[in-house]
């Protein structure tokens, strides 16, 4: 007896259902479900049961599909973008204007451990700044102007510093991407 009520297997009629729930093309399903579009287009005019990982996929997608809208990549409001990573995990976006000091954050994660910016959903251009500088040596740190010679930086700036390190530190498993 299953410890799940979860159904063995799916029909190519129920993937195509809950696609159309999301509203997504085939190209568009295969990627949030992370298989070719080919395999989709297969399921979908196949007569047989599907089974596998997709089963509870599917399940999922259908009682919760704001998933779906959660995984999203959104497109950048400002003209700089970071990605604040654990790992190979997406924790945060966090999209930037410089000029006019406004930042905007999107985060993947539920765990606030694990968030930029912790529990705050809309951080200020000097909270910003303050969480660049926790990813950098600190100012007052001893030899900083060899440390700076090594990075082949002529001053103290953390997003330079990031730029050159990708706000890598010893002790913690995170990193920034900066896209432009």
Not at 28 to 39: D, I, P, R, Y
Not at 132 to 149: G, H, T, V
């Amino acid at each position: 007896m299953n410890k799940y009520i979860i159904s063995d297997g799916i029909t190519g009629e129920e993937i195509k259902a809950i696609r159309r729930k999301l509203k997504l093309t085939q190209a568009g399903f295969a990627e949030l479900v992370n298989v070719s579009q080919k395999t989709v287009e297969r399921w979908e005019a196949g007569g047989s049961k599907i089974n596998g990982p997709i089963v509870t996929l599917v399940k999922i997608l259908n009682e919760y599909p704001q998933i779906e809208e959660e995984l999203v990549i959104p497109d950048k409001s400002y003209p700089l973008r970071l990605w604040y990573m654990s790992r190979d995990r997406v924790c945060t976006i966090i999209d930037i204007d410089e000029r006019l000091r406004r930042v905007k954050i999107y985060n993947y994660t539920r765990d606030y451990v694990l968030r930029a910016f912790g529990r705050e959903e809309h951080p200020t251009f000097e909270e910003y700044e303050a969480f660049l500088e926790s990813r950098c040596f600190p100012k007052s740190r001893d030899k900083m102007k060899l440390i700076l010679k090594d990075l082949d930086l002529p001053f103290y700036d953390p997003f330079l510093i990031i730029e050159k390190t990708q706000g890598k530190m010893a002790e913690d498993d995170f990193w920034i991407r900066i896209e432009r």
